[in-house]
């Protein structure tokens, strides 16, 4: 077979399998998935392209009461949290992806967005909007940070905790990206749209569009990330929230028929300021704790000793299991 | 607390997140249930009246040396009688 044979039957390959390929991707399972954030922007590549992908300061303007809520709330710092969280994140790489055999992992520079997507799927779940470079850059400056902790090395620490602090799961994450769960039956969430509890206008340029979520003031909604436990469609599944479990088959089945938003947000006055245990009021309405003491004379054969019985009652009037995440 | 499996196998706990798939134990408060504790405590040699404080601590990483947090605390005074035999 001469040189130019050789050229035209790749070309006419490459041309077949062109077209195989069209009809392929028209078929692609989801309608609508072209008109979301990441698909309009194009993946980040670096953490500030992915904070300006998820950028919900404008709503600030409009929004600032229920703004400074969220900023109390740990929503507000959900990568940095209270310091912990980042430092398990690389307790995660070190005891983890660098141990594991399989992991492709060696050092922090090898680690990939799917690496971390067992810690981000709800610190950050975003980020499977991002290209590893942006996993690479996290990781990278959650060790400059701790390594700035340790060496008391203030102007560093500052810098990277600013940068941590950057990510968060802010409007654009409940309000957008994760504001649809049945993306077939009710659409993938759109670029330009705030998903709430009604449809209309919004007076903003770069969200001009209202539309109900199905699912805002549902416990799905919640229960995307404070989960059912083991998350399995992970290479490596891991397991850190479990409470919708707890509250979807010891809640709801026992009869329990209150939603996430309705206790957290609603009764406890809370607004976007979703707290736990650490607010005073959640915590005094989650447990009923009783103690009853009665003290007696014990007799041992001859031996008499004074004695207290002490019974303790704890109900747990919480929606999910306590403790839980 | 639930005490997490390490890769959902055999007996031992999983450090963090990243390991854990499965429960070996579970002495969480489950909703709507009551859990009942029963303690027995002898008065300290020639006493007869006793403070009794009762703390709840919840232990987010286990050890009172991380983050302890005392969620409820009671103080009850337990006398008893003074004479018979």
């Known amino acids: 077979?001469?040189?130019?044979?050789?050229?035209?039957?790749?070309?006419?390959?490459?041309?077949?399998?062109l077209a195989l390929s069209i009809?392929?991707?028209?078929?692609?399972?989801?309608?609508g998935k072209e008109g979301r954030i990441v698909n309009k922007k194009g993946k980040a590549n670096t953490i500030a392209e992915l904070v300006a992908m998820y950028d919900s300061s404008s709503c600030i303007e409009c929004h600032q009461e229920i703004?400074?809520?969220?900023?109390?709330?740990?929503?507000?710092?959900?990568?940095?949290?209270?310091?912990r969280t980042a430092a398990t994140f690389r307790t995660s790489v070190v005891n983890g992806l660098q141990e594991w055999a399989f992991s492709g992992v060696k050092g922090p520079k090898d680690v990939q967005v799917e690496h971390l997507m067992g810690c981000a799927k709800c610190h950050l779940p975003q980020l499977a909007d991002a290209n590893d470079s942006v996993a690479k850059e996290l990781i990278a400056s959650i060790y400059n940070w701790m390594d700035a902790v340790r060496a008391g090395n203030d102007k560093v620490r500052i810098v990277e905790e600013n940068k941590l602090k950057s990510l968060n799961i802010n409007c654009l994450v409940c309000h957008n990206r994760n504001a649809i769960t049945h993306k077939w039956t009710d659409g993938y969430p759109q670029k330009g749209v705030v998903y709430g509890s009604t449809d209309g206008e919004h007076p903003s340029d770069a969200f001009p569009t209202m539309k109900k979520s199905a699912i805002m003031g549902e416990s799905i909604l919640c229960g995307q990330c404070h989960g059912l436990g083991p998350n399995l469609e992970l290479d490596n599944p891991t397991q850190c929230a479990?409470?919708?479990g707890s509250y979807l088959w010891s809640y709801t089945a026992e009869g329990g028929r209150e939603t996430c938003q309705e206790?957290?947000?609603?009764?406890?006055?809370?607004?976007?300021?979703?707290?736990?245990?650490?607010?005073?009021?959640?915590?005094?309405?989650?447990?009923?704790f009783k103690v009853q003491t009665s003290g007696f004379h014990w007799r041992d054969a001859s031996n008499i000793r004074p004695y207290v019985a002490v019974d303790i009652s704890m109900t747990n009037k919480a929606g999910?299991?306590?403790?839980?995440g | 607390m639930p005490i997490p499996q390490q890769f959902a196998r055999g007996d031992r706990m999983g450090r963090g997140p990243y390991e854990k798939s499965g429960l070996i134990s579970e002495t969480s408060l489950h909703p709507g249930k009551t859990k009942k504790e029963h303690f027995e405590i002898f008065y300290p040699e020639g006493l007869t009246d006793l403070d009794v404080t009762v703390k709840l601590w919840y232990l987010p990483y286990g050890t009172m040396a991380s983050d302890p947090f005392l969620w409820r605390e009671v103080?009850?005074?337990?006398?008893?009688?003074?004479?018979?035999?």
Do not use: F
């Open chain 1, 1 to 17: 077979m001469t040189t130019k044979k050789i050229k035209t039957v790749w070309v006419w390959t490459a041309m077949i399998a």
């Open chain 1, 23 to 31: 009809p392929l991707t028209a078929l692609a399972a989801g309608i």
């Open chain 1, 67 to 83: 703004h400074d809520d969220w900023a109390l709330s740990v929503h507000s710092r959900s990568i940095y949290g209270t310091g």
């Open chain 1, 242 to 244: 479990t409470l919708y």
């Open chain 1, 263 to 288: 206790c957290h947000m609603r009764k406890s006055g809370l607004g976007h300021n979703m707290q736990s245990y650490r607010d005073p009021g959640l915590a005094e309405a989650a447990l009923d």
């Open chain 1, 320 to 324: 999910h299991v306590i403790p839980d």
């Open chain 2, 75 to 85: 103080n009850k005074s337990v006398s008893i009688s003074k004479e018979g035999k």
